[in-house]
């Protein structure tokens, strides 16, 4: 069975970082690209960035291009996302994601909020 479990959100002041882990399992990681979502209150769920399965690409939403990174260990099959001059409007919940035979799964997401 696919699972993916975050970890690492919290509370941040503006302009801090935080790095978030979503660890796999269930599937062949090192095959699949991997994604990050998030989904703030009242909002739709958005693509934040996404990577290949060997690392070698990866793209991001506009609004958090040269703030964020992603990134991922096959060896330890899990993928970060690397946070940093963290603003208010990143405040969401964020989720792992896997797309395998035809379907997306999704793990339970890590709460982040940036406040003063």
């Known amino acids: 069975q696919v699972q993916l479990v975050e970890s690492g959100g919290g509370l941040v002041q503006p302009g801090g970082s935080l790095r978030l882990s979503c660890a796999a399992s269930g599937f062949t990681f090192s095959s699949y690209t991997m994604s990050w979502y998030r989904q703030a209150p009242g909002k739709e769920r958005e693509l934040v960035a996404a990577?290949?399965?060997?690392?070698?690409?990866?793209n991001y939403a506009d609004s958090v291009k040269g703030r964020f990174t992603i990134s991922r260990d096959n060896a330890k099959n899990t993928v970060y996302l690397q946070m940093n001059s963290l603003k208010p409007e990143d405040t969401a919940v964020y989720i792992c994601m896997v797309q395998r035979l035809f379907r997306d799964y999704w793990g339970q997401g890590t709460q982040v909020t940036v406040s003063s």
């Open positions: 990577i290949t399965s060997t690392g070698g690409s990866s």
